[in-house]
Each structure stands twice: as C-alpha cells, then as structure tokens.
C-alpha cells in the first residue's frame, strides 16, 4: 500500500514562503500522478497542483505563477514550493496519490484519479 506524509507546514506573513514536503512509500505509485491538494475552512477540498508520471504539472489558476510542484529524482519525495503566499491559501494541505491496492472512492483533478491521502499539514497566511 501508498504510505504518504506531509511535512513542511507552518505559520508565515503574506508575501512569504514555504516548501511542503511527501514522503511516499509502497508500490507502483510512481507511475501515476502525485498531486497537492487543500481545504480552507468551510470549504471543499481543491486541487492544487498535479504531476503525472512523465513529469508534467498543472496548477489552478489561482497558484498559477506563486506555487511549484517537483519530485526527487527517485519519486521519494513530493514537494510544493509556495511563494508570495496570500491570507486565501490558509488551508490544511494534502498530498495524494493512486495507489493500486486500495479500494476507497476516487477524487479527481486535472486528468488524474487519487485514492490515497497523506494526514494533511496545516498552512496559515497572516496579512
């Protein structure tokens, strides 16, 4: 099974920065997307960010520009890289991934199915 946890989390004042980290674990993950999602008070969890397995990354509109998805070379690891950070991205944020041995219920961003969530880290953005 997917193993994935977050890291990376914290308080900052808007205009800053922070690098949220994935550690992935198990089988077969790498060849699908990884992607980071969020979830703001009283709202739904969105997409924020995805990357497939040959690389290539998307981002919703409203990152676009601010937030950089990568991988270590091996796929150990998921980051996202978010700069000049605004009040609205408070939110707890999630990495996901497919992982072939489950059998929850899928969400879908961006062309890619996730069925395996990491515990979340906490994101603040004070103005």
């Known amino acids: 099974q997917v193993q994935l946890q977050e890291s990376g989390g914290g308080s900052v004042q808007s205009g800053g920065s922070l690098r949220l980290s994935c550690a992935a674990s198990?089988?077969?993950?790498?060849?699908?997307?990884m992607g980071w999602f969020r979830q703001a008070p009283g709202k739904e969890r969105e997409g924020v960010a995805t990357?497939?397995?040959?690389?290539?990354?998307t981002y919703t509109d409203s990152v676009k520009g601010r937030f950089t998805i990568s991988q270590d070379g091996a796929k150990n690891t998921l980051y996202l890289q978010m700069n000049s950070l605004k009040p609205e991205d408070t939110a707890i944020y999630y990495c996901?991934?497919?992982?072939?041995?489950?059998?929850?219920?899928?969400?879908?961003?961006?062309?890619?199915?996730?069925?395996?969530w990491g515990q979340g880290t906490q994101v603040t953005v004070s103005s």
């Open positions: 990357i497939t397995g040959l690389g290539m990354t």
């Open positions: 996901a991934a497919y992982d072939t041995a489950a059998t929850g219920s899928y969400e879908y961003y961006s062309g890619c199915g996730y069925n395996k």
């Open positions: 198990g089988n077969d993950y790498r060849k699908y997307c």
